[in-house]
């Protein structure tokens, strides 16, 4: 392995090491988010009466939403994982290990489920808006469920190499 990508991949893990621990940091932030919504339920409604919104409509939305975006952070945090593992056999050499063909699976199932969560985010949206809030628009991303499918497949090919690669130990 050439120094220049070596070090590519030693940066790769911090970053990843970072993202993993900013993910961790924001989910437990969304955890607050739901404790407080309800400790300052008060204030929430107070502050959306002044806007003119109807807090009956935009609180259990805004908790829901919350609640349902947890197995998010899980998710992408088990990616995250993964990823840093796939890493690890890369730098050893072991790019077709067996294990990398399962976790690139997993890293699928996980991109799925932030994908799900993408159009869940859509729906909270058209709900919120509905109910007078300005939060913005939604647009769906195409290159999000390619990228799923793109990872399934790929796992499938490490599979496939792992596979070939012990063929062809045996053979030797």
């Avoid at 990616?79 to 690890?88: C, N, T, V, Y």
């Amino acid at each position: 392995m050439s120094d220049s990508y070596a070090k590519v991949l030693g940066v790769s893990r911090i970053l990843l090491t970072i993202a993993r621990v900013l993910n961790l940091a924001v989910g437990a932030a969304f955890l607050a988010m739901l404790a407080i919504s309800f400790i300052f339920e008060p204030s929430f409604r107070e502050h959306f009466g002044r806007q003119s919104l109807d807090p009956d409509a935009i609180l259990p939305v805004m908790r829901l939403w919350v609640v349902v975006g947890l197995p998010m952070f899980a998710a992408v945090h088990i990616m995250l994982s993964r990823l840093l593992a796939m890493i690890g056999t890369v730098r050893a050499g072991d790019s077709f290990a067996p294990e990398n063909a399962a976790r690139m699976r997993t890293i699928a199932w996980c991109l799925l489920v932030v994908q799900l969560f993408e159009l869940a985010c859509g729906i909270f949206i058209a709900i919120l808006s509905r109910a007078g809030a300005d939060i913005g628009d939604w647009d769906p991303s195409l290159g999000g469920w390619v990228a799923v499918l793109l990872l399934f497949v790929l796992a499938r090919v490490f599979e496939e190499g792992a596979r070939i690669r012990a063929d062809l130990e045996a053979m030797v």
